[in-house]
């Protein structure tokens, strides 16, 4: 499949922070890639136009893969609605595909995770088994050395996911990443009115095995990675209208661009009153 990938950033050092945002490891969560796009256009379209993001892209860069699951994504267009995985063949002729939020190697084929090839979450025959994981996997080891975040967008359930996925243990940055969530949903809060619930994904969801978030957290020493749980409620749950593109897209865009506030070691000394006025514009613009 294609590795659709855009990097979005202004500033010239070579080993500028690094953030990486991807959309569509499933494939019928159709609102993570339209979301995906939405925050790659506002980032161009305000570079220069808005102090605020301005001033993120003069600190930090973007890499952002808006379709991680190309196939998947064609096929659940062409196809069934609600397809989940990629559509490698497997060992079973009638089965097809391999989820690839269960492909990634930390604790691979354990809770949550399926050895059966028609299961929704088969894990695939091996970590890494698939070539869509293996791209993303070869891309951030690369850049390792700079990644400052990672976040991985899914739906639904307006839910904002911290490490660690397969395991109820605390992990040591658990302050920090509750920290950040705060942040983050209070600010989308703010600006859409929009509440999303924030906590480890054991607590809030259940246990899964594979995880992409896991993995760049733990075996890239990524301190900072996130899954996003994006709107609905439930209402619609992945049929999700076309009206609800913008509305969420911004929730995206309030709350990464929240996070990444925190999470930078050197701030961008971004005054109170220069954060309440790009809130209010995007608030101004919802309406």
């Known amino acids: 499949g294609i590795n659709a990938e855009y990097g979005v950033g202004t500033a010239r050092e070579k080993n500028i922070p690094m953030v990486w945002i991807d959309g569509g490891l499933h494939a019928r969560e159709w609102i993570t890639v339209a979301s995906s796009m939405y925050f790659i256009r506002e980032l161009l379209e305000g570079y220069g136009r808005d102090d605020y993001i301005t ?3 003069d600190n930090v860069k973007f890499a952002i893969q808006p379709l991680a699951n190309p196939d998947g994504y064609a096929y659940s267009w062409n196809g069934p609605r609600l397809w989940r995985k990629n559509t ?4 079973v002729a009638w089965c097809k595909g391999v989820d690839l939020n269960r492909n990634f190697d930390i604790n691979f084929g354990g809770p949550g995770a399926s050895d059966f090839s028609c299961s929704e979450v088969y894990s695939g025959a091996s970590a890494f ?17 700079k990644l ?3 976040f991985s967008l899914h739906s639904y359930g307006q839910m904002w996911l911290t490490p660690l996925s397969y395991t109820k243990k605390k992990v040591s940055d658990r302050p ?3 920290e950040v969530a705060e942040y983050a949903t209070q600010s989308i809060k703010q600006v859409s009115g929009h509440r999303y619930t924030y906590g480890p994904s054991t ?10 978030s896991d993995w760049v957290y733990t075996v890239l020493n990524c301190s ?10 439930g209402k619609y749950g992945f049929l999700l209208p076309a009206q609800y593109i913008a509305p969420t897209g911004e ?8 996070a990444v506030e925190v999470i930078n070691s050197q701030p961008f000394n971004f005054s109170k009153k220069l954060k309440r006025k790009y809130r209010r514009k995007r608030k101004k613009f919802l309406s």
Request: proline share 2%.
């Open 55 to 57: 001033n993120i892209l």
């Open 88 to 91: 490698a063949p497997t060992k």
């Open 129 to 145: 088994s698939e070539n869509e994981s293996q791209a993303i996997a070869r891309y951030l080891s690369a850049v390792r050395h």
């Open 148 to 150: 400052m975040a990672y």
């Open 176 to 178: 920090h990443h509750m």
């Open 203 to 212: 607590a809030l969801m259940y246990v899964t095995s594979g995880d992409s």
């Open 224 to 233: 900072h990675t996130y899954g996003i749980e994006l709107g609905d409620n």
């Open 251 to 258: 929730d995206v865009l309030t709350g990464i661009l929240s």
